[in-house]
């Protein structure tokens, strides 16, 4: 479990480093509280939004002013300690979302609008 948390401490220091993305989300939460906020720029002058329950792991996505529920492709997760997590590329229109489980370290990026599972292969 230690190797996961240093990768995924590592992870988002390397993507900046290469400047292949921006530095750092803007959460507003705090650890404890039910709803957490992220927030990232991107591109030129946009931004992605996305509010989630830490507890479940169920996600909205800011969309035109309003908050759109982001669909699982697949079985939702179960009860646990859940992190989103935000990348944007500088300069382009292209942002990343992934959600784990701080616990688990089970994974699952955003695409189509939708949660995919990102399986673990296993030796």
Wanted: aromatic share 12%; glycine share 8%; with cysteine.
């Amino acid at each position: 479990m230690t190797h996961l948390r240093t990768l995924r401490c590592l992870l988002p220091l390397a993507l900046v480093l290469t400047g292949l993305a921006l530095p750092a989300d803007s959460l507003w939460a705090e650890d404890g509280d039910t709803y957490q906020f992220v927030f990232r720029a991107h591109g030129n002058s946009d931004w992605v939004g996305m509010r989630y329950r830490a507890d479940s792991g169920e996600t909205w996505r800011a969309v035109k002013g309003r908050w759109v529920k982001v669909e699982e492709k697949g079985a939702a997760p179960e009860p646990g300690t859940y992190r989103v997590q935000l990348l944007a590329q500088k300069d382009l229109n292209s942002w990343w979302a992934f959600r784990y489980d701080v616990h688990t370290g089970r994974t699952w990026r955003l695409s189509g609008g939708n949660w995919i599972d990102m399986p673990t292969d296993t030796p």
